[in-house]
C-alpha cells in the first residue's frame, strides 16, 4: 500500500523547547549518533559524583524505574516531622485504574517536594503548570498550599477533574459526538523527589538530577 500510495514526508527541522545554541547541538549530537570531543566534554562537565542535594533545593531525581522513584519519595517523606495527610480521589463511573493520571491515594507532609501535573487556567492566572515544581507549605483536611521557589505568594490548589471521553462518528452530521463515561477528581499534585525519566518527558525542569544507571535502552 506504501508503494502504490506513498504518504507525504514532513521534517520537523526547528527545536522551539530549547534556545540555547550550544545545547541543541548537543542533542542533536546525541539523536543522531554523532558525539564529538566538544560534545562529550560538554556531558562529563555534568557529571558531579561529590555532589550532595540540600533540604528544598528544588532539585528533581529522575530514575529508570517506578519502584526506584516510589522509593525515593517514600523515604524522604518518612524522614520529614508532622502530620501525613491523605487525600483520595473520587473515581465514578467508567475510568480504568491504569489510566488514573493522578494518585488514587495522595499522601503529603508539610515540607514534601511535589510537582504539578496539570496546566493552571487562564481564569486562575496560570499560577502553575504541568511539571512545575513546589514544596507544600501548608495541609488541612481538605485544603492543600504550596509554595514555588524564588515566588512571593503560595498556591492554594484545588481539585481537579479528568473525564473519561468515548468519540464516536456520528454518520449522519459527519462530526465526531463525545460520552463521557466516568471522571477522576483529585489534587494536580505528586510528590517530586524523583520521578521516572519516562513520566519526565514533555516536561521542563529547572534542576535536574538524572540517574540512568539502571537505563533498560
Known amino acids: ?120 487556567t487562564a481564569e486562575r492566572g496560570k499560577r502553575f503548570f504541568n511539571g512545575k515544581i513546589g514544596t507544600i507549605s501548608k495541609l488541612e483536611e481538605d485544603k492543600i498550599v504550596v509554595q514555588c521557589k524564588d515566588e512571593p505568594d503560595e498556591i492554594a490548589v484545588g481539585k481537579e477533574t479528568w473525564e473519561n471521553i468515548r468519540y464516536t462518528l456520528n454518520k449522519d452530521t459527519r462530526q465526531l459526538d463525545s460520552d463521557v463515561l466516568g471522571s477522576f477528581t483529585q489534587y494536580p499534585l505528586r510528590l517530586a523527589w524523583a520521578i521516572t525519566i519516562h513520566k519526565s518527558q514533555g516536561l521542563t525542569f529547572e534542576k535536574a538530577i538524572i540517574d540512568a544507571g539502571e537505563a533498560f535502552a
Open 1 to 120: 500500500v506504501l508503494e502504490e500510495d506513498p504518504p507525504v514526508y514532513v521534517e520537523f527541522n526547528k527545536i522551539y523547547r530549547q534556545s540555547d545554541e550550544k545545547f541543541i547541538g548537543l542533542l542533536n549530537q546525541v539523536r543522531n549518533n554523532e558525539l564529538d570531543e566538544t560534545g562529550m566534554k560538554i556531558l562529563e562537565s555534568r557529571f558531579k559524583p561529590t555532589f550532595r542535594r540540600s533540604k528544598n533545593d528544588g532539585y528533581i531525581i529522575l530514575t529508570t524505574h517506578n519502584n526506584k522513584a516510589a522509593e525515593i519519595n517514600t523515604r524522604e517523606l518518612t524522614n520529614l516531622d508532622g502530620k501525613l495527610y491523605t487525600y483520595h480521589a473520587d473515581v465514578k463511573a467508567d475510568f480504568s485504574e491504569r489510566a488514573f493520571p493522578a494518585e488514587e491515594v495522595l499522601y503529603l507532609k508539610v515540607g514534601a517536594q511535589v510537582m504539578f501535573i496539570r496546566n493552571d
